[in-house]
Nanobody, 126 residues
Framework: QVQLVESGGGLVQAGGSLTLSCAAS????????MGWFRQAPGKEREFVAA????????EYAEFVKGRFAISRDNAKNIVYLRMNSLTAEDSAVYRC???????????????????WGQGTQVTVSS
């Protein structure tokens, strides 16, 4: 079992920045890939970013490239999502997820993830 708890969401003005954190527990953190997804009201869940077990490989959705950065600290069991240049379109509930079966690769597909956090709300005011 893996437990995931997100934090760091909130209200920010357009153009601002936020850093989300996802704290993991229950299994060796460095043994699973991690991802961030988001879902806005009335919209489907979408992939945001992913990182491999070691942190050496990352992947981003096209709409966040150059603005968001995913990273992980395997010593602290935390994965981060640094979000810059936020716009109103980035407002959503952001959830982290863990894929315990992935080899040292990034995972984009939500269906591949085994565990999910409850999410943290990000609201960007324009």
């Amino acid at each position: 079992q893996v437990q995931l708890v997100e934090s760091g969401g909130g209200l920010v003005q357009a153009g601002g920045s936020l850093t989300l954190s996802c704290a993991a527990s229950g299994r060796t953190f460095s043994s699973y890939a991690m991802g961030w997804f988001r879902q806005a009201p009335g919209k489907e869940r979408e992939f945001v970013a992913a990182i491999s077990r070691s942190g050496a490989n990352t992947e981003y959705a096209e709409f966040v490239k150059g603005r968001f950065a995913i990273s992980r600290d395997n010593a602290k069991n935390i994965v981060y999502l640094r979000m810059n240049s936020l716009t109103a379109e980035d407002s959503a509930v952001y959830r982290c997820a863990a894929d315990v079966r992935a080899w040292n690769t990034v995972v984009r597909a939500a269906a591949e993830y085994d565990y999910w956090g409850q999410g943290t709300q990000v609201t960007v005011s324009s």
